[in-house]
């Protein structure tokens, strides 16, 4: 198998359901659950492939799992027993817009002589080229009114 994207042989198929329900196995357990792999040899060289395409991971000597990649692939293929068998792959959820909503209504309270400047995990009101400290949610309002109605006058 070249990559994840390509149909699953009925042997991957079959060695990536037993992962998912037995969790990590040592070759050896496999070996013994599929033995239309007459050696470990052709049974290391598949695990290899699985590997390589990202269906299997490989932990300590000899031990494997199936990886997120792997159960996804085994979803899509309708293997029988797998949860989503037959069923077409679930969508992505959509990326939460809160964050952007609230970023933009932050940026419309600033002015635009001032800038918002996250360091470190602290936030600064930066105006007149001076960087002012916010602690406190009130710090921000009187900070964005400040900025609007007072510099680049004279005191």
Request: no cysteine; aromatic share 8%; net charge negative.
């Given at each position: 198998?070249?990559?994840?994207?390509?149909?699953?042989?009925?042997?991957?198929?079959?060695?990536?359901?037993?992962?998912?329900?037995?969790?990590?196995?040592?070759?050896?357990?496999?070996?013994?659950?599929?033995?239309?792999?007459?050696?470990?040899?052709?049974?290391?060289?598949a695990l290899g492939n699985m590997k390589q395409a990202g269906l299997i991971a490989k932990h300590n000597p000899g031990r494997w799992s199936i990886t997120a990649v792997g159960r996804i692939a085994l979803d899509q293929s309708g293997y029988p027993g797998t949860d989503n068998a037959g069923n077409p792959p679930?969508?992505?959820?959509?990326?939460?817009?809160?964050?952007?909503?609230?970023?933009?209504?932050?940026?419309?309270?600033?002015?635009?002589?001032?800038?918002?400047?996250?360091?470190?995990?602290?936030?600064?009101?930066?105006?007149?080229?001076?960087?002012?400290?916010?602690?406190?949610?009130?710090?921000?309002?009187?900070?964005?009114?400040?900025?609007?109605?007072?510099?680049?006058?004279?005191?």
């Open positions: 198998m070249k990559d994840h994207h390509s149909p699953l042989a009925v042997q991957e198929m079959q060695i990536l359901h037993y992962l998912m329900r037995h969790g990590e196995s040592h070759t050896n357990d496999l070996q013994a659950q599929f033995e239309e792999f007459e050696t470990r040899k052709q049974l290391s060289l679930a969508q992505a959820p959509e990326e939460n817009n809160d964050t952007w909503q609230l970023l933009d209504k932050i940026q419309a309270q600033v002015p635009e002589n001032a800038s918002l400047v996250i360091e470190s995990g602290e936030l600064f009101f930066v105006v007149a080229g001076q960087k002012f400290e916010i602690q406190s949610p009130g710090d921000f309002e009187a900070m964005a009114l400040v900025a609007d109605r007072y510099i680049g006058e004279v005191a």
